[in-house]
């Protein structure tokens, strides 16, 4: 069983930055790869990043790509995703997961966290 508390969520201007994070319990963290899927307001949750259970390889939404950064620390049993010029658009639920694998979907996700609100005004 593995527990993920995300936080680092809150209210931004458009352009500028958050970094969200992801704390994992237990002792199997680099058994998993890491991601971060969002929910917009009357939106499906979607895809935004992922890392490798190595953390060799990271992999992006094209929506994103340039502008977020997947990074984890398996000290910290953390993962983060550095997000920088922000948009309107990128306002959502942010969800923190866990699979045996990278995905891109949610029904192979093994684990989610609650989710942390990012809100971007103009």
């Known amino acids: 069983q593995v527990q993920l508390v995300e936080s680092g969520g809150g209210l931004v201007q458009a352009g500028g930055s958050l970094r969200l994070s992801c704390a994992a319990s237990g002792r199997t963290f680099s058994s998993y790869a890491m991601h971060w899927f969002r929910r917009a307001p009357g939106e499906e949750r979607e895809f935004v990043s992922a890392?490798?259970?190595?953390?060799?390889?990271?992999y992006y939404a094209d929506s994103v790509k340039g502008r977020f950064t997947i990074s984890r620390d398996t000290a910290k049993n953390t993962v983060y995703l550095e997000m920088n010029s922000l948009k309107l658009e990128d306002t959502a639920v942010y969800y923190c997961a866990a699979a045996t694998i990278v995905v891109r979907t949610i029904t192979d996700v093994d684990y989610w966290g609650q989710g942390t609100q990012v809100t971007v005004s103009s």
């Open positions: 890392i490798s259970r190595s953390g060799d390889s990271t």
